[in-house]
């Protein structure tokens, strides 16, 4: 099994920064990628971005494209989630979630980090 704990979520004003962090702990040689995901109210939950465990290449949802960077200390195997110019509209609940090799899903989720923008 994976665990996954994130932190950094908060309040911050449109136009502000915030980093999130997901530590990643247990089989973590089983993951094949792990993902970052949010959750507004009254809406479905969403694919920000993405890293691939072995090489590093990450990938993000156009919503946030040039905005938001995924980066990996792979010495702590922690994936951070940058998020810059933040909008209003970015407000959610946050989530990392990994998928681990030979399936096709995300199996195993952290608890959630809030970020909420105000304008």
């Known amino acids: 099994q994976v665990q996954l704990v994130e932190s950094g979520g908060g309040l911050v004003q449109a136009g502000g920064s915030l980093r999130l962090s997901c530590a990643a702990s247990?089989?973590?040689?089983?993951?094949?990628?792990l993902g970052w995901f949010r959750q507004a109210p009254g809406k479905e939950r969403e694919f920000v971005g993405g890293i691939l465990w072995s090489d590093g290449r990450t990938h993000s949802a156009d919503s946030v494209k040039g905005r938001f960077t995924i980066s990996r200390d792979n010495a702590k195997n922690t994936v951070y989630l940058q998020m810059n110019s933040l909008k209003p509209e970015d407000t959610a609940v946050y989530y990392c979630?990994?998928?681990?090799?030979?399936?096709?899903?995300?199996?195993?989720w952290g608890q959630g980090t809030q970020v909420t923008v105000s304008s």
């Open positions: 247990g089989r973590t040689s089983s993951i094949y990628a």
């Open positions: 979630a990994v998928q681990v090799r030979g399936l096709a899903s995300y199996d195993y």
